[in-house]
Structure formats: structure tokens, C-alpha cells
């Protein structure tokens, strides 16, 4: 009772751990490495990205020069679009803690990471609209394991433009309300998942214009009718 009593009264925290406990128990029961043969590095995840994986802890370790330029880049080339594109995700810094015999366990839990940070994202954007109690982790764990994402998790540079969709809506009510808004929503998709910039770029736009109309629509400022609690 007294971890139901504790979870009930941390709603974020089961925003965050309950969609990467689904989805673990999803990985176990699959027989994804170590718990069996099989393995997330499938499709571009096993054939393109973990190779920019490797060449990242590479570069952190022992080449800090291949930031700028490579020559495994066909003949030689710059690598600042590659490190942008690919590798500039502050989840990437899980991959330091593995050996490079053990990425793709490194990718495992960094996608169980992006799924808990997801659902935690959209969690803190209901809670600030005046969203309560289990409905947090409810939506947020909807949310976190909607069908865009598990279709798209062998692309998990792509997860970050998801992650940052929330927080993105909290700047812009906080931007309308006359608050500052945190400018790391904003700026951490903008500088590298041109696939998903579009995308945010035309919710930003919506949301700007819903957030506006309704800004006077209660303590909240989002216009939403009374939220269960």
C-alpha cells in the first residue's frame, strides 16, 4: 500500500517508468539481447546507425578530430552534418557506458529511455493544463507507446522531435501567459531532425494559435473544459 499510496502521489514519476516497464517486459518476452538471440538492430537501426553509434564512442574516446572531419567518410569529408543529423541527441551519451561489444544493449536502454522520457514529456504538459492523478500516466503512457512511435523506433533520432512536442506546448502557453519559456524546447529538435521539424514546426503553429484564442479561458490558459482529477 505504501508504494501504491507513494506512485498515486508522484503521478510523473509512473509517467515515466511505466511505458519503459511495458515496453522491457516486450523486450524480455521477445528474447531481445541478453535475454534471448534477438535484437533491436534491425532495418537502418542495424544496418546505418549503429555505425555512426560506434564511430560516436570512437570519437569521444580517442579521435575527437573526427567531429570535423573523416576520412571514412567516402574519400574524406566533414562530419558536422552526420553529428547533427545522427548523433548530437543528449541520449547518445548512454552509448559511453557500454563497451563497444555491448551497443546493442547501449540502444536498448536508450530506447527504453526515449519511451519513459515521452510519456513523462506529455505527463508535465497535462499536469500543467490542470490534469491530475492516474490520468497523467495513463495519457502519457498512450502517448509514449502510440502507434507513430513503435512504428518509428528504428529510428530513434527520430523519438526526440516526440519528446520535445510537449514541452514545446508548455513554452508556448508560458510564452502567451507573459512567462518565459524555456528555449531547450525549441532549439533541441530544431537543430537536427529535419524529418520531424516539419511536422513540429506546423504544431507549433496550431497550438500558437489554439493557446492564443484560449488563453483566457481559465487559470490554466488552455482553454480546456474542467480536466478529471
Do not use: E
Not at 516486450?26 to 555505425?51: C, E, H, K
Not at 496550431?206 to 478529471?228: E, F, M, Y
Amino acid at each position: 500500500m505504501r508504494v501504491y499510496h507513494w506512485l498515486k502521489a508522484h503521478p510523473l514519476v509512473c509517467a515515466a517508468v511505466l511505458p519503459m516497464l511495458i515496453m522491457a517486459v516486450y523486450f524480455i518476452a521477445r528474447g531481445v539481447y541478453p535475454f534471448g538471440n534477438s535484437s533491436v538492430l534491425t532495418v537502418d537501426m542495424g544496418q546505418q546507425y549503429i555505425d555512426f553509434y560506434a564511430y560516436f564512442r570512437s570519437t569521444v574516446f580517442g579521435h575527437p578530430g573526427q567531429l570535423f572531419y573523416s576520412f571514412s567518410n567516402a574519400l574524406g569529408g566533414d562530419m558536422y552534418g552526420t553529428f547533427a543529423y545522427y548523433l548530437l541527441s543528449p541520449y547518445n551519451l548512454v552509448l559511453l557506458l557500454f563497451p563497444k561489444t555491448m551497443l546493442d544493449v547501449a540502444v536498448a536502454v536508450m530506447t527504453l529511455l526515449k519511451y519513459g522520457s515521452a510519456g513523462l514529456a506529455m505527463a508535465y504538459y497535462l499536469k500543467t493544463t490542470g490534469w491530475r492523478s492516474w490520468w497523467l500516466p495513463a495519457w502519457g503512457t498512450a502517448y509514449a507507446l502510440s502507434g507513430w512511435m513503435l512504428a518509428n523506433q528504428l529510428n530513434l533520432m527520430w523519438f526526440d522531435g516526440a519528446i520535445c512536442l510537449p514541452l514545446i506546448a508548455v513554452a508556448l502557453a508560458n510564452l502567451v501567459a507573459g512567462r518565459r519559456p524555456f528555449a531547450i524546447s525549441a532549439g533541441w529538435p530544431r537543430r537536427s531532425w529535419s524529418i520531424t521539424t516539419s511536422p513540429l514546426c506546423c504544431a507549433c503553429f496550431w497550438l500558437a494559435t489554439l493557446v492564443t484564442k484560449s488563453c483566457g479561458n481559465g487559470p490554466a490558459g488552455a482553454g480546456s473544459p474542467a480536466r478529471p482529477r
